[in-house]
């Protein structure tokens, strides 16, 4: 969960001192955001992901510090780095060739984590979140899952605060049918 505004307040501080060449504020810097954003990186790209591109968010978040003018909370700054981090990523990904002589798709399925048998109901949560649409994913995970309000995943998205609810929402939509679909919701379910 988010802290309050009064930690996203010594965050910032801490990020004007790091810019400023304060090893011990950018250590704290750090400290303070960085589970946060491994999760938010997390359910963008995927777990295998998270750390590599955690890594790669502060670095260019300690390059830029210097330049920081803390017109909006670090923490938001940093999550709008970490949304661009995974945009770079995913460019990357799509125009690297692909090749793969597995035979069996099944085994190269459960091996990627695409299918999961016996998972409980966190796993298949996961899987469902990252089944959303990138937009929608992005804002729900923001809101719902990091505890952003709507108008810091708005500056983190890149788009006004309206679109964001209304990504929520649809989402909320997908992640219901989706849950349903797959048998996992209580409809699906056995009670006794």
């Given at each position: 969960m988010v802290k309050g505004a009064a930690d996203d307040d010594q965050v910032t501080?801490?990020?004007q001192e790091a810019g400023q060449g304060d090893r011990e504020a950018g250590a704290?810097?750090?400290?303070?955001?960085?589970?946060q954003v491994r999760g938010f990186l997390s359910h963008l790209a995927g777990p295998a992901e998270a750390d590599d591109l955690t890594q790669e968010t502060f670095l260019r978040a300690f390059r830029s510090l210097p330049r920081f003018a803390g017109r909006s909370s670090a923490r938001t700054w940093v999550f709008?780095?970490?949304?661009?981090?995974?945009?770079?990523?995913?460019?990357?990904?799509v125009a690297r060739p692909r090749t793969a002589s597995v035979p069996d798709w099944q085994s190269a399925a459960e091996a990627a984590g695409a299918v999961t048998t016996g998972a409980d109901d966190?796993?298949?949560?996961h899987h469902l979140i990252a089944g959303l649409s990138r937009e929608?994913?992005?804002a729900f995970v923001a809101?719902?899952?990091?505890g952003l309000s709507y108008?810091?995943?708005?500056d983190v998205c890149g788009c006004p605060v309206g679109t964001i609810r209304s990504r929520v929402a649809r989402a909320r939509e997908d992640l219901v049918a989706a849950w349903q679909a797959?048998?996992?919701g209580t409809g699906g379910r056995r009670t006794g």
């Open positions: 501080r801490w990020a704290a810097f750090v400290r303070a955001l960085q589970g709008t780095i970490a949304r661009r981090v995974v945009v770079d990523h995913v460019r990357a990904a966190g796993v298949t949560l929608r994913r992005e809101t719902q899952v990091l108008a810091e995943a708005a797959d048998g996992s």
